[in-house]
């Protein structure tokens, strides 16, 4: 365990520590420029966000999908070539392909204002859905809990992962009449000293 612990740091650290601070930084750039509370300041930009994402990123991500844990596919520390060929496709094709997710969701949103209205409750306490999801999902999949990973066919797995996210959306509903934040927002304020 402690090799493969050891194995799958050293990989994220590779993979994805540099990766995600770049994603960090153009989120930052995003919100200062208000790129998604003004996007009409930016037409151009969602059109291609709509196109790449659906003709380049939806197939590459489906392909990275079938690499990483398709039939055939071995993960962990076992994992064979194929697989890791899938983790660094889906790496590098994220970015478009959340491009094309928020551009869709944006179009939407613009034809259908209420759309995702169901999204703005947990999007209000998105640390402690984000936390909590890694948490019960690990309690329902790792050796120290429910044990249940590599058990289960997909299926399962996608509507344990859905299920897993509606409980957290329905407790943040519940939440949120109560107080202004989350439990994890509420303790970030604290340490931060910031509103937000």
């Known amino acids: 365990r402690m090799v493969a612990w050891l194995v799958v740091q050293i990989a994220h650290v590779m993979y994805y520590f540099g990766f995600a601070l770049m994603c960090f930084f153009a989120g930052l750039a995003a919100a200062r420029n208000a790129l998604f509370t003004a996007p ?23 392909a990275s999908a079938w690499l990483a844990a398709g039939p055939g596919s071995s993960a962990g520390i076992d994992a064979d070539a194929r697989t890791t060929y899938g983790v660094v496709l889906g790496v590098f094709t994220a970015p478009l392909l959340s491009a094309g997710y928020a551009a869709w969701m944006l179009a939407l949103r613009t034809r259908f204002p209420g759309a995702f209205a169901f999204l703005r409750m ?61 439990p994890l927002e509420m303790l970030l304020k604290r340490i931060t000293g910031r509103a937000h």
């Open 40 to 62: 009409e300041r930016f037409p151009h930009l969602w059109i291609w966000s709509r196109g790449l994402g659906l003709a380049v990123g939806l197939p590459l991500g489906l």
């Open 122 to 182: 947990p999007g209000r306490m998105s640390l402690t859905v984000y936390v909590g999801q890694s948490a019960l999902l690990s309690a329902i999949f790792a050796h120290w809990g429910g044990g249940y990973f590599g058990t289960l066919g997909t299926a399962a797995t996608s509507a344990l992962a859905i299920g897993v996210w509606l409980a957290l959306a329905i407790f943040a509903k519940f939440w949120l009449t109560h107080f202004d934040r989350g």
